[in-house]
């Protein structure tokens, strides 16, 4: 379980990455974090939940995750290195593949993405459409991701972004995720709550993640 754990945290990672300020006033954040996750379709279902508290320092690129439930580890991810300690004991070192391409151990404290930072990773945008409650964007994906997406689509609130949707080749929605209960935290609005599905050929994978006690430097 631990392992499928790692993964999911990474991913929740790159879920917060476009997390804003203006300029580049602050280069830490910490938060205590509830991870939940669910996942169906296997031969196993299972569910995880872990508690802990949430480290990043942009000027390092190290992000730390102290565990507290169900058991106590820690997790430091720093450059591309991924090493897991229990107590005083280093117990894991592996390197995370595609690690410059996780924008948020670069950018999470020093650009406002309300476009989920697709615009950076080669997407044009094709479609707009402005109501007076939302707007939503339709993106075209850069020839690297269309072998396997056909579009995604982002909702922004007040500047806020509120959802992205990704649909693969077939048309079918791979991934649905939805920011909310921003709070302004030292002029930084941040969403607390972080939901998203994950739909896979024959399994489905639930996460929502809860920031509390948020802190910026």
Not at 54 to 73: A, G, L, T, V, Y
Not at 137 to 143: D, G, N
Not at 190 to 201: D, E, F, Q, R, S
Request: aromatic fraction near 14%.
């Amino acid at each position: 379980m631990g392992h499928k754990i790692k993964k999911s945290l990474i991913i929740f990672c790159l879920i917060v990455g476009y997390f804003s300020t203006y300029g580049q006033r602050f280069s830490q954040f910490s938060s205590e974090f509830t991870l939940m996750e669910k996942r169906t379709g296997l031969e196993k279902p299972y569910s995880a939940l872990l508690k802990g508290t949430f480290f990043m320092n942009k000027d390092e690129k190290r992000i730390e995750f102290n565990i507290h439930f169900p058991d106590r580890q820690k997790w430091i991810i720093k450059d591309s290195i991924f090493e897991k300690f229990i107590g005083d004991s280093l117990i894991t070192s592996t390197k995370i593949k595609n690690f410059d391409d996780m924008s948020i151990f670069t950018d999470l404290l020093e650009v406002q993405k309300i476009d989920y930072g697709l615009s950076e990773l080669g997407f044009t945008l094709k479609n707009t459409d402005v109501t007076e409650s939302a707007s939503f964007f339709e993106w075209s994906p850069p020839e690297v991701f269309a072998k396997f997406l056909k579009n995604a689509y982002t909702k922004t609130e007040n500047n806020l972004l509120k959802a992205v949707r990704l649909i693969d080749v077939d048309g079918k929605e791979i991934n649905a995720t939805f920011f909310d209960n921003y709070e302004n935290i030292r002029g930084m609005p941040i969403p607390t709550l972080i939901t998203a599905k994950y739909t896979g050929n024959e399994q489905k994978l639930f996460k929502s993640l809860q920031f509390d006690k948020i802190s910026l430097q």
